[in-house]
């Protein structure tokens, strides 16, 4: 069956950006681009919160948005609201349905892994439902102090298998779990 | 200067405990002992909050506090409270200074570094005081959902430089920082 991942890059004290949903502390390393690069292509959907779908429509350029869309490739990318109407807006599908309900379908369907890109809140949503298969930060070397986590509470313990862990020149640490369902 | 080291052992959404305290679900690994070992040459002084010495003294049988006075050896134990009379317990001091205030100054006296056990709110207020200079975590492979958070809500951002990084055979992760004050 194909994989959720949830992954990005996060402060140490876990933030995946500022409360504001700015990143500007990130690192930009190379092994972390390659890294990435490597992975990219284990996926063909990409989930994401309202929230965390809103805060990178406003913060990046119409130009970043190109480069974005680039990347994505044909990637299919969902985002969760229950405030967007449904439909499509900028090569992403806007989906008010239950997070988990959809998620538990989409793994049923053939095809390549799903990547969460966040936020917290739908990882949340779908760690409480068992969804989650692999978990991969970036840890920066920063302590942010505030900010939207990447982890919110949940009523279980999530048990990890680490399978990799980079460090990177920046200082960054890329770890790799897989879940222990 | 001596300085101050912020550190534990944490799960991979930074808690240092289950909201109770426990910490049952900590991995006992060689090779974190091993760290451990290697590092608590370094220290003379070791600090923490109220709540951190309360949950230790409640978790803990008579054997293993035993244990922790032989292993603290002759280290000074400091613990900062606001409710407990101040005075000497068990071998702790207890003062119920400002943290911030009484880190300033031990700083200042000769000596070896000086531990910060935890927890996140000791450890908040130092950072907003600027008062720490490294910071070392042991992650655990697991996400615990909720507990006693190792980083609190602070008005500044923390910048780091990663000293080092061991990968450990059970899953954890040991990373320590430099802070960029």
């Known amino acids: 069956m194909r994989k959720v991942v949830y992954g990005g890059a996060t402060s140490l004290d876990q933030m995946l950006a500022r409360s504001d949903g700015a990143v500007d502390w990130l690192v ?35 130009e970043d948005l190109k480069k974005a869309e680039k990347m994505k490739g044909g990637m299919r990318s969902v985002v969760f609201s229950t405030t967007l109407e449904p439909g499509e807006r900028a090569g992403y599908e806007i989906v008010n349905t239950d997070a988990a309900e959809f998620v538990r379908e989409l793994k049923k369907e053939p095809g390549k892994d799903i990547m969460v890109m966040g936020g917290g809140e739908l990882a949340a949503s779908l760690f409480e439902a068992g969804l989650i298969d692999e978990v991969g930060f970036n840890i920066q070397p920063v302590v942010l102090g505030t900010g939207i986590a990447a982890f919110r509470p949940i009523s279980r313990q999530i048990d990890l298998e680490l399978i990799e862990c980079k460090v990177m020149k920046s200082g960054c640490v890329y770890v790799l779990y897989r879940v222990k369902n």
């Open 28 to 62: 930009m390393d190379p092994d972390a681009m390659k890294i990435m690069g490597e992975m990219w292509p284990r996926f063909d959907v990409m989930l994401m919160g309202r929230k965390t779908f809103t805060h990178s429509m406003e913060q990046f350029s119409e």
